[in-house]
């Protein structure tokens, strides 16, 4: 008799809405009044964007497989949040090019990162981490501690403010996004040489997989999407400041993980990963409304971590 087994993605969607129901409870909760429940349900997911967005990078470099993972995301949040809100300047005629240059700039740095690990063969754990201290020292050097600049009108409105019945902009881009980065992992030549590599190099080399153009395209890839990340945070807070992007690094690892993205590379979907976003950011707001310390948060969201990595069992065999 075959065991009933349940989608690492579809796990973490059901415990989602198990959080979602046990914060209703609590005595600062929605209780039964619906339309606050509503209310909640929309804010937690228009809060899960940023941190989705920012884990579709590490997904990418984690599916890669050969210990990928991108340390330096926090860094370029902050670097491209930085530059949108300084080339902005409050004028919705510089906001293309702000997020051009987010995306551009992101991927610089994702293809230094991959040039790093693909090439001088540097451990991608040592090398996005070196790689998040230049770019951190850089913002330093350039701004001095002070940034002048503002959000356009438009930015708060497309991604902060409600657009259609009432949903934010920031849900229905990250819908259209998920959509986007699905097509791009399920059919594109690229997807499947991805998977491939993150299964064994080796074997998708002699089958014709060009495996050091594509882990170049995949820290390239995950450093626009973290620029991504930091031009739409910035339009949705209005304000920057120099720590602003590393609150997200730990929980854009570990949505990838909760997800159900195998840690050793070669398997697991976006889908998971925006559900693995959800699910720590509802672990977040419910801890927030227990009035938790923030030490005492981290300890149940490392902890949350370790048991959903357990139960999926993903930790048993490493891939080459």
């Given at each position: ?33 619906l339309a606050?429940?509503k ?30 993972i ?10 491209t ?75 708060t ?5 409600p ?8 849900i ?7 959509v ?9 030549a ?8 993150g ?69 697991g ?40 990595i ?11």
């Open positions: 008799m075959k065991k009933l087994r349940i989608s690492p993605p579809v796990a973490a969607l059901v415990l989602a809405i198990i959080l979602f129901i046990l914060s209703g409870l609590l005595p600062n909760g929605y209780g039964s009044d606050i429940a209310a909640q349900a929309i804010n937690i997911v228009r809060l899960a964007v940023f941190l989705g967005v920012i884990a579709a990078g590490q997904t990418l470099v984690i599916i890669s497989g050969f210990e990928g991108d340390l330096s995301a926090g860094s370029v949040v902050t670097l949040a930085i530059l949108t809100y300084v080339i902005v300047k409050g004028e919705n005629t510089m906001v293309l090019l702000a997020l051009l240059i987010s995306l551009v700039v992101g991927a610089l740095i994702g293809l230094v990162n991959g040039i790093g690990v693909t090439f001088l063969r540097i451990s991608p754990f040592v090398m996005t981490l070196g790689m998040s201290g230049v770019v951190t020292g850089t913002i330093i050097v350039l701004n001095h501690g002070n940034v002048s600049g503002k959000v356009a009108p438009i930015m409105k497309l991604i902060a403010r657009l259609f019945l009432g949903i934010p902009g920031a229905i881009i990250w819908l259209i996004f998920g986007l980065i699905w097509l791009l992992l399920e059919r594109t690229y997807g499947k040489n991805l998977f491939a590599i299964v064994n190099r080796v074997t998708a080399k002699l089958s014709g997989v060009n495996v050091i153009g594509t882990n170049l395209a995949t820290y390239s890839l995950a450093g626009a999407l973290a620029g991504f990340g930091g031009f739409l945070l910035v339009g949705n807070t209005g304000v920057v400041f120099i720590a602003l992007g590393k609150p997200y690094l730990f929980p854009s690892i570990a949505a990838v993980a909760v997800g159900g993205t195998l840690l050793s590379g070669g398997k979907s976006y889908w998971g990963s925006m559900a693995g976003a959800v699910v720590l950011t509802l672990i977040t707001s419910l801890l927030t409304t227990m009035q938790m310390p923030d030490s005492v948060r981290r300890m149940v969201l490392g902890g949350t971590l370790l048991v959903l357990s139960i999926y069992g993903r930790q048993k065999s490493l891939r080459q």
